[in-house]
């Protein structure tokens, strides 16, 4: 039995993934002492690898692909953009490729979870209905909240994990 797409996806994009890593340890020292500049330039350097590794599913590409792709690359270096912004800088790993190959599992394992959450099917009807008694207005606080009620343990296991990030950072 054949593995769909959507399951070998976040395979493919570890493997990927670890195999940028090892290309970019030559241009380590150049780039750690960049601090965040450095964090987004190894991002920029390894999306192209992971947006390729892609490409090797086709033609039974996986749709969120390219968003996976893209979370990938950003997620170390957006977390360590918010972190120099609360510690001091130069704790913690700052580039991933000299991080703790635990680092790679956290982001690949977060993005395995975020492909099985887009894989689920939208409920039929499309958008929910208001409750009775929200305001009506389009960008309305109580608007967002009563339309993200619905999806209120998917959010919650979010904010759980971002938690326990936190925490663990």
Avoid at 104 to 117: E, G, P, Q
Wanted: with cysteine.
């Amino acid at each position: 039995m054949a593995l769909p797409p959507a399951a070998l996806l976040p395979g493919v994009l570890l493997v990927a993934d670890a195999l940028a890593l090892v290309l970019l340890g030559p241009l380590v020292p150049t780039l750690a002492p960049l601090g965040v500049l450095g964090m987004w330039l190894e991002a920029a350097l390894r999306l192209p690898v992971l947006a390729m590794a892609t490409h090797l599913l086709s033609p039974r590409r996986p749709p969120g692909a390219t968003a996976a792709a893209v979370a990938v690359a950003a997620t170390p270096a957006a977390f360590g953009t918010f972190r120099s912004f609360l510690v001091a800088p130069g704790t913690g790993p700052g580039l991933l490729a000299t991080a703790p190959p635990s680092w790679l599992a956290v982001i690949h394992a977060a993005t395995a979870l975020a492909l099985l959450a887009w894989a689920v099917p939208t409920a039929p009807g499309g958008i929910p209905e208001t409750p009775k008694g929200v305001p009506k207005a389009p960008g309305t606080v109580l608007r967002v909240l009563a339309l993200a009620w619905t999806e209120r343990n998917v959010l919650g296991a979010a904010f759980l994990c971002l938690g326990l990030a936190a925490i663990g950072g």
